[in-house]
């Protein structure tokens, strides 16, 4: 079976269960938006699926391959890509360094170049400033970064952690478009975890509401949208 | 006006030597959080190890050569055996802190009684490529030397070598890369925990250099490479502990300005003088001059 399964995936911090009995999929090609509340485990979630926490039971596959147990730069070379939380850009380092950094498991240097080249199409603003240190990007050019640098990596599955976050209401708007025309400009399989559910689930396929570490409902994300009883409970509005 | 510019000289060539110690703390500073005492123990083994080639093959670069691969083994080997296991277990709270800045003095300790089990404590001298006398004009003979034109050029390609490293290449990317930001490398599929060890290895090559070097005009002894550590330590805070050019600087800062005091105002005060400046960094501009309150630079 192809894409991403996560099968009663249960995490926990300590004596903590951060996450219990986790189970939902999505199919290739699919923008699966995780709709949570502060705290409910939604990081927590794409950690566990990229490798950086563990997870105390439970499955999870992509493409028929499992993920859990394995190290987040070999689930990179399978094409797997996460960006956390925060517009995760080193800023230390020029836009073009963070750039490379996404293809840097590469032998082949390039690929990579033509990786960078590409994502510099889709985002231009970022080849106006390749030498520049990314710290003196504003925060939407920064989480375009973060994407880019994901990118590069030429990923199948990307894992995207609240891009909308710190970020002017003008500019959410611009990232959500941008994450709709890449996937499917890309083919790309997304998970994308967001605060602002309604956002979110507009460009979703299927959304999944997570309230402190459970599922509380999937399904298509024009369902859960107008579902009142779900609204006034888990969405906000 | 002679004697000012030989003190120059002779400062930049002693600072010269401060700065690959300085570079080698900061290297480990940077990947690991850990000032790392024991460097001037794994470049005092890695010098003794230079030491038995250069005098055996009577070549002194051969010599140089395997203290740089010593002192990379050996740093690596401190990096994957001891660190990784320390950090392990200790995981937060204070002895997470404390515990692997303690470890490395014990293990300069261990490596110290190590050496002089092997080698005793005599002091022992590296055979020289070209002289130790002084360049002579005319009658008078300056007490720069050879040995000092060597050290400045060698210190200067290492230098070039790591600068080309860090800036130019994947590797020297992904050191920075886990450096800074070690979770988002790793996210970008960098294997963090290896490019640490050789974030150590290359720290430990660099430290075999310097020790080498200092042995040139000195005598090696287990403990001769101490007063080194500590002027490398001073070095690496005046240059901001995290900057590698900072490193370097304070380095040839510190290496001229006692050189100066040396010859202007007497040796008693020299050691002092080094620990002043140590003093006076931490209470005035305790983020160091290249440092930055905020965070850190390449």
């Known amino acids: 079976m192809s894409g991403l399964i996560v099968d009663r995936l249960s995490v926990s911090h300590g004596a903590i269960e951060a996450l219990r009995d986790v189970s ?37 596959e992509w493409n028929g391959r499992e993920m859990l147990g394995k190290k987040p730069d070999v689930l990179v070379r399978r094409g797997i890509s996460h960006v956390s939380e925060g517009k995760s850009v080193i800023p230390e380092l020029t836009v073009k360094e963070n750039l490379v950094l996404g293809g840097i498991w590469r032998a082949n240097r390039s690929d990579t170049n033509a990786a960078i080249a590409e994502v510099v199409e889709l985002f231009p603003r970022l080849g106006e400033r390749m030498g520049q240190s990314a710290d003196t990007l504003s925060g939407g050019e920064r989480q375009m970064l973060a994407i880019g640098r994901a990118l590069v990596s030429r990923p199948k599955l990307l894992l995207l952690d609240e891009p909308s976050l710190g970020l002017a209401p003008l500019v959410i708007e611009q990232i959500f478009e941008t994450i709709d025309k890449l996937r499917h400009k890309l083919g790309l ?38 579902d009142p009883a779900l609204r006034a409970a888990y969405l906000g509005y | 006006m002679q004697k000012f510019i030989e003190t120059i000289l ?17 290297l480990v500073w940077r990947s690991t959080r850990v ?60 002895a997470a802190v404390v515990a692997p800045v303690i470890a490395t003095l014990g293990l300069l300790g261990l490596i110290r009684s190590v050496v002089g089990l092997i080698w005793g404590g005599d002091l022992r001298s590296i ?40 800036t130019r290449t994947n590797l020297g990317l992904a050191l920075r890369a886990s450096a800074y930001a070690p979770e988002i490398a790793q996210l970008a599929g960098v294997k963090t925990g290896q490019t640490r060890t050789i974030g150590w290895a290359i720290a430990g090559g660099v430290g075999g250099i310097a020790g080498m070097l200092v042995t040139s005009y000195n005598f090696l002894s287990p403990n001769s490479l101490d007063l080194l550590l500590v002027f490398g330590f001073i070095a690496a805070v005046i240059g901001g502990l995290e900057s590698m050019v900072g490193s370097v600087v304070g380095a040839l800062i510190l290496g001229i300005g006692l050189t100066f005091i040396l010859n202007y105002v007497g040796t008693s005060l020299t050691f002092i003088s080094g620990f002043l400046v140590l003093i006076l960094v931490l209470l005035i501009k305790p983020e160091g001059i290249f440092g930055s309150r905020k965070g850190r630079r390449a």
């Open chain 1, 24 to 60: 939902f999929s999505v199919e290739p090609g699919q923008l699966a938006a995780v709709i949570g509340s502060n705290g409910a485990g939604k990081t927590t979630l794409l950690r566990t699926l990229s490798g950086l926490k563990d997870a105390s039971s439970g499955n999870a």
């Open chain 1, 189 to 226: 399989t997304v998970v994308l975890v967001e605060q602002n559910a309604m956002s979110a689930l507009e460009i979703a396929d299927i959304g999944v509401i997570i309230n402190l570490g459970e599922v509380v409902a999937t399904g298509k994300a024009s369902d859960l949208i107008n």
């Open chain 2, 10 to 26: 002779i400062g930049f060539s002693t600072g010269s030597i401060y700065a690959l110690m300085s570079l080698a703390l900061v």
């Open chain 2, 35 to 94: 000032v790392n005492f024991a460097q001037a123990g794994q470049a005092m083994l890695s010098t003794y190890i230079g030491y038995e080639i250069a005098t055996r093959s009577e070549v002194f670069w051969l010599g140089l050569v395997f203290a740089i691969a010593a002192g990379a083994l050996v740093g690596a080997g401190v990096d994957y055996f001891f660190m990784r296991v320390l950090f392990k277990h200790a995981t937060s709270g204070p």
């Open chain 2, 127 to 166: 055979p020289m490529p070209v002289s130790r006398d002084g360049y002579t004009i005319g009658d008078t003979t300056l007490p720069f030397s050879p040995i000092n034109t060597l050290i400045i050029v060698t210190v200067c390609l290492v230098l070039i070598a790591i600068s080309i490293l860090f």
